[in-house]
Every structure is written in C-alpha cells, then in structure tokens.
C-alpha cells in the first residue's frame, strides 16, 4: 500500500489566494521530507527540506516567505502557496527520507 | 556536488524492440543511482536503485541498468518495450539513501505500434 499521501491531488485556485497542500507519511515517523516543484515537461526540482519540529531549509531562489512549509508532526508536512500567481502553477511532489517514497503529486492551476 | 545527464529528451521505439535510456552522473561521492518512471500527472515509481552492491541491478516491469564507474554511466534497458512503458523517465543520483535527490531532466518514451 501507500506510504505517502498527498493531497490534494488537484487543485485549482484563484490569482492572490492561498492553498495548502498536505504530505502524510503513513507507515512510519519522518523527520525529514522534501518537497519537489515540476514545470511541465521539465525534472523535478528540490524547493526545500522540510524538519520536524524545525524551520525548514529552502533550496536557492525559492521565496520561503512564499512558499511556508509546516512540518509540526512526524507524520505530516504542508506547503502553502501564500499569494499564489499563474505562474505558481506546476506540480508539486512531496518525498520521504527514502527513495522509494513519493507522494502522488499536486497539480496546482491558479487563475 | 551531485548531478545527473540525461542523454536525449525524447526516446521512440518500436515495441517489442530494444529500450536504452541513456543516464551520465557525476558525484564527488560514491553515488547512490536511481531510476524512477511518471504516469501523467502522477507521482514517480520507482523502478531499480544502485546502492553499491551488485553492478547490474534489476527492477520492476523487466527494466534493468548497468553501473560502469569508468563511462560514469547508468543507463536504463529493456530487451523488449510493451505500450505501456510509454512514460517519463528520470534518473536521479543521491549521496547516500536518505538524503535529497538530484534528477535528470527526464526522457519521454513513445512505444510504436
């Protein structure tokens, strides 16, 4: 079965709101999460880390203030796209401190 | 430093014939190789992993890959592509299992009829 849940799987949203979307570890407490960004028909790109119980750490050129992540229980982490623009859309991912374990990504439209 | 190549972005063949994917890395550590295949607008699987151990790793859906230290490579192969390897494939390289990734820029596979 699955390991990690994300959710929601799409999402569509208007220009200067708000969306959280949640990673659930299932099966197991994770210190440790990351979070992807992937524009259409590109990688997947690290945003950040994110630590339990910690603030998180942001990779080069992603805006923390932009993009919060919580990370408050070992089986949860959230990102929220604060103030989202069209530009904001993309696919987000999130992954488990393993190789094996991502979740099933967001698609993310703002409007 | 960590990262991986990709070598061609868009790979066609016909099915039933012979898949490469072709994957350089390079790692100022012993690296630790992974490839994964995306379904559209879903997640990434994982298909096989190199974690040190034997040079020819096998996976799911009859995929392996070769590490060869000395071309630096980590190329993906199947003997014989079915329609529904049609996906996004990345490779991705980490320093060590646990640890962030760093992933190719993907190849897109179109199986032909």
Redesign the interface.
């Known amino acids: 079965g699955a390991v990690v849940s994300?959710h929601p799987?799409?999402v569509i949203c208007k220009s200067g709101t708000s969306v959280k979307i949640e990673c659930r570890s299932l099966d197991f407490q994770a210190t440790?999460m990351?979070w992807y960004r992937q524009f259409p028909?590109?990688?997947?790109?690290?945003m950040a880390?994110s630590n339990e119980g910690s603030k998180a750490t942001y990779e080069q050129g992603v805006e923390k203030d932009k993009f919060l992540i919580n990370h408050a229980s070992l089986t949860l982490s959230t990102l929220t796209v604060t103030s989202a623009h069209p530009e904001d859309s993309s696919?987000y991912?999130c992954?488990l401190?393993?190789?094996?374990f991502?979740?099933?990504?967001t698609?993310l439209t703002v409007v | 430093a960590q990262s991986v190549t990709q070598l061609g972005s868009h790979v066609s063949v016909s099915e039933g014939a012979l898949v490469l994917l072709r994957c350089n890395y390079s790692s100022s550590v012993p690296p630790?190789l992974?490839w994964?295949v995306q379904y559209p607008?879903?997640?990434?699987?994982?298909l096989l992993?190199y974690t040190s151990a034997a040079t020819l790793v096998k996976g799911i859906n009859g995929f392996e890959a070769e590490f060869k230290k000395s071309e630096t490579s980590f190329h993906l192969t199947k003997p014989s592509a079915h329609m529904s390897d049609a996906a996004e494939y990345?490779c991705?390289v980490?320093g060590n299992?646990?640890n962030?990734?760093?992933?190719?820029?993907?190849t897109?596979l179109t199986v032909i009829p």
Do not use: C
């Open positions: 994300q799987s799409r440790t990351f028909k590109q990688s997947l790109m690290l880390t696919f991912i992954s401190t393993s190789e094996a991502f979740g099933q990504g698609r | 630790y992974f994964y607008n879903q997640g990434l699987q994982l992993k990345f991705a980490s299992t646990g962030q990734f760093y992933f190719g820029t993907g897109s």
